[in-house]
T-cell receptor, first 115, second 112 residues
Framework: ETGVTQSPTHLIKTRGQQVTLRCSSQ?????VSWYQQALGQGPQFIFQ???????GRGNFPPRFSGLQFPNYSSELNVNALELDDSALYLC??????????????FGEGSRLTVL | SQQGEEDPQALSIQEGENATMNCSYK?????LQWYRQNSGRGLVHLIL?????REKHSGRLRVTLDTSKKSSSLLITASRAADTASYFC????????????FGSGTQLTVLP
């Protein structure tokens, strides 16, 4: 148990629709990042939020957007869904500083299927 | 794009044997981490090794890092059926040590 919770666990959408995925960070963690994991691949970094601001982004188009709230929970929004967006979306929280700075605590993920 | 590449892609061993997985990466790093993922689940952090460290131990895990060769290895000793999972290396660099770049993983199967 990492203390990071994600919802929903599974969802099915059709091409062109929009989706919102949610994440609750582990208590005391002020940084949240999102990863996309296609079947059989390693996770790919989408973006990261720190103190409610995006402070890093991977190679994903603007239709992938996010929010972080004052309680450090987060949302990932994807507009105009494409078939290739089908993947496991992982949220990870972390804290700044400390001996193991850089360690991420992952949720169980949201499995998105786009038909 | 994946920076780290794990080798082998799949590994099958008997319970009690040791399992060794290797990871290569391309750019300079702050740290290298290993994560484990059971099928379709979230990732669990195993161990972090900093760029100025050469070896680190945690229980049955031993990680080495060779920055001159841009490679790392993860050794799991006395493997158990419960160790069956995918193992990923991930690198963090610069001021973005939490923005990790993952490899494509090694699928380890431990047969009872």
């Amino acid at each position: 148990e990492t203390g990071v919770t994600q919802s929903p666990t599974h969802l099915i959408k059709t091409r062109g629709q929009q989706v919102t995925l949610r994440c609750s960070s582990q208590s005391g963690h002020n940084t949240v990042s999102w990863y996309q994991q296609a079947l059989g691949q390693g996770p790919q970094f989408i973006f990261q939020y720190y103190r409610e601001e995006e402070n890093g982004r991977g190679n994903f188009p603007p239709r992938f957007s996010g929010l972080q709230f004052p309680n450090y929970s987060s949302e990932l929004n994807v507009n105009a869904l494409e078939l290739d967006d089908s993947a496991l979306y992982l949220c990870a929280s972390s804290s700044t500083g400390g001996a193991n700075s850089g360690e991420l605590f992952f949720g169980e993920g949201s499995r998105l299927t786009v038909l | 794009s994946q920076q780290g590449e794990e080798d082998p892609q799949a590994l099958s061993i008997q319970e009690g044997e040791n399992a060794t997985m290797n990871c290569s990466y391309k750019t300079s790093i702050n740290n290298l981490q290993w994560y484990r993922q059971n099928s379709g689940r979230g990732l669990v952090h195993l161990i972090l090794i900093r760029s100025n460290e050469r070896e680190k131990h945690s229980g049955r895990l031993r990680v080495t890092l060779d920055t001159s060769k841009k490679s790392s290895s993860l050794l799991i000793t006395a493997s158990r059926a419960a160790d069956t999972a995918s193992y990923f290396c991930a690198t963090g660099r610069g001021g973005s040590a939490r923005q990790l770049t993952f490899g494509s993983g090694t699928q380890l199967t431990v047969l009872p």
